[in-house]
């Protein structure tokens, strides 16, 4: 049975056993107000207090009329029906907002009808589960509020389901634009999603002539890569070379037309992985704070890209390297402070004891070659350079505090942002850029390098420094922290799947697994308890 009839006929059906308009309407207010409460007390959810916080209020507001039964049963079943392509629209899995086939009461089935819809209200406003890290949010703590007593309102008055949804969805136009392009792969799926590109040889632009290359012409013209009137051909020819180039941009692949064995991975993700991937998307945006600041940076982890945005136009973007899958980035909601000038660099235990330690091993004199200094002596002494010490006599953990003086070859380079956190993440400057050509940048040890640290400084310094802040890092050497005129927000997000504003929908990959593992929670949310009976009436 079709989903929206299945909603109907349960709602009908469970009003047709109480004979039409049901004998609550008739009952004294005192006795509805205590089967009400009772109802609402006695039927399992998967967060009771709130729930019932939210529903007592709702029926109290309405002096405890029923809401979408007797009198009201054709606008509960037009919301009903509706709620079905509402929550597909959302990306939400519409399973959790069924409603029972039959009620003891017409009571039952008005309380069952509200949990459902104030459900549906609260996961596209706040999200399904808690934005953990481990899903690539910011932490459980960090959620917007959402008033489910104005939603539910809302509908009682007349207001249709997707009025309402519209009127809590997050508010901001990424949300908007990655629905639109959910809805374009779900029509790409119903109409049976893309064909499959067989093995075979890696295809060079232009030199390749190959019998796969029908399909992989009807592959791109699915995805909206490639005009429709080609494709025929089995050519590699320069129309398909540039829509290839055009789909590995969209995918974070180096665009060079050249389909190897990581551009043909992605070609062959279903269309069910990536919708998958949208929703997964959809829900982080749920998560994001409504207010993000009229000036603020952004960072996109999977993307490994940085934004600048001002007034809410991105005023600069630039490359980035973020942390390898060893040292993950972690995603945060957090703010800069200062900004430091030919910073030192203290380097991180992790990193002493794992890596520089074994070096020390091989090479004694590893850290006067790097131009690494032990803190614990004297600066420039022999002992701070490690002379004398033996170190295949030291254990697995390295004993001492190693520091890298200001100077061209310093890890952290001219510049360091200072953000508040208890991670030790922050963004700075580096003195090797070969890595921002690459189109895969995860390497780094966790921090954020910057392509353009001198450009960010001066946007973020103000005025005072516009155009000035190379020259005085050449001039002056010394060390200094500048605190900036005003906290700055910073958001390190993680986000796989987005659309541009020119309409195209962007992947990338799940370097972190945090997809996975949301995907897995959003599937688990979709259990619902069954209700239980409600107790006599008082």
Known sequence: MPFARHFYVSLTLGLATLGGDSLAW??????????????????????????????????????????WTGPRAASGSRLLEDLPAVATAEGLDRSPYAVPSSFPTDIEADISHSRALLRLGRDIAIGRVDPDRAFGGFGGNNRNGFDGTRFLRGLADGKTLAEQAAAVQPPFVGYLRLKEGLERLQTIARAGGWPIIPEGAKLVPLEAVDDRLPVLRRRLIVSGDLDPALAEGTTYDAPVVEAVKRFQRRHGL??????????????????????RQITANLERWRWMPHQLGRLHVSVNIPAASLDLVEDGAVAMTMRVVVGDTRHPTP????????????????????????????????DPNYLATSNLQIADYPEDSPEAAGDGIDWNAIGKKFPYRLRQPPGPDNALGQLKFNLRNADDIYLHDTPNHRAFSRAYRALSHGCIRLEEPVALGEMLLGSRW?????????????????????????????????????????????????????????????????PRPASPPA
Request: glycine share 4%; aromatic share 6%.
């Open 331 to 362: 995603s945060m909601d957090t703010s800069m402070s200062s900004v430091v000038l030919n910073p030192p660099w203290s380097v991180p235990s992790s990193i002493a004891n794992n890596e520089i330690l074994p070096k020390l091993r091989r």
């Open 26 to 67: 008739a009952e004294s207010a005192p006795t509805v107000q205590r089967r009400i409460e009772t109802v609402i007390a006695s039927a399992a959810t998967t967060e009771p207090d709130r729930d019932g916080r939210v529903l007592r209020e709702f029926y109290r507001t309405r002096s405890y009329h029923l809401a």
């Open 466 to 530: 516009k155009s000035r802040l190379s020259e005085n890092l050449n001039e002056d050497k010394k060390t200094r922290t500048l605190k900036l005129e005003r906290n700055i927000p910073v958001y390190l997000i993680y986000f796989t799947a987005w659309v541009d504003p020119t309409g195209e929908i962007n992947f990338r990959d799940d370097i972190y697994g945090h997809d996975r593992r949301l995907g897995q929670a959003l599937r688990q949310s979709r259990i619902q308890a069954k």
């Open 254 to 275: 180096d665009p060079d037309g050249t389909i190897g064995a990581r551009s043909l991975a992605a070609l062959n993700v279903p269309v069910e992985v990536r919708l």
